[in-house]
């Protein structure tokens, strides 16, 4: 499976962006997709995930209540939708394969190309 990550950009603080992440190949219904984020000098923190069957999302802390995660099953696509967003979100974000559902980046398989993402205030 490869994945890519697009629809970065930059936006004000308050404003919405919505991601996407595109895979080509197979994404079997046992696997989730998720999106992780890595601001400069920072380790790469969880977003959320989606499972690929179900359509059931986790996500963080950070992103529950601002962010949406869903899934296009037909297009291999899944999206991020950010609402809110704040200074803070400024970050390279990235989708990537698990077979099961982690909110640790080292369970996760197949990393899609970043989308830089840059929130102003």
């Known amino acids: 499976v490869q994945l890519q990550a697009f629809g970065g950009g930059l936006v004000q603080a308050g404003g919405s962006l919505r991601l996407s992440c595109a895979a080509s190949g197979q994404i079997l219904s046992s696997d989730y997709i998720g999106w992780f984020r890595q601001a400069p000098g920072k380790d790469r923190e969880f977003v959320g995930s989606?499972?690929?069957?179900?359509?059931?999302?986790t996500y963080s802390e950070a992103s529950e209540g601002r962010f949406v995660i869903s899934s296009d099953n037909a297009e291999n696509t899944v999206y991020l939708r950010m609402n809110s967003l704040k200074p803070e979100d400024t970050a390279t974000y990235y989708c990537a394969v698990s077979t099961f559902r982690s909110t640790a980046a080292s369970h996760y398989d197949y990393w899609g190309q970043g989308t830089l993402v840059t929130v102003s205030s």
């Open positions: 989606i499972d690929w069957s179900a359509g059931s999302t």
